[in-house]
């Protein structure tokens, strides 16, 4: 039996990651899971704001046929992943 150091549950080895044998980490399966999940996520925030500044500006100019209306905040975080600034 061993205890998970995040969540202090007990668990069997089987419920931690094992390389040949020995555990990969203290950590068990479920909370390894949650761990890498909170790293993926992202802070949409700043995303948010700039579309609804946007979105605001495209109305006050009575813009009806505007990209910032079909576009949503998720789909406004794939942008930043682009290098805009290489060189080609």
């Known amino acids: 039996m061993v205890q998970c150091t995040t ?10 990651g094992i390389i040949n044998g ?8 479920n909370c390894t899971g949650i761990y890498r ?8 925030n700043l995303y948010r704001y700039m579309l609804d500044e946007l979105r605001n500006d495209e109305h006050e100019a009575k813009v009806e046929n ?11 975080s794939s942008f930043r992943s682009l290098d805009i600034y290489s060189r080609h």
């Open 66 to 76: 505007s990209v910032a209306y079909l576009i949503d905040v998720s789909g406004l």
């Open 37 to 44: 999940t909170s790293i993926l996520r992202s802070d949409l």
């Open 7 to 16: 969540c202090r549950k007990v668990f069997t080895r089987n419920q931690f």
């Open 22 to 29: 020995v555990a990969a980490s203290n950590r068990c399966l």
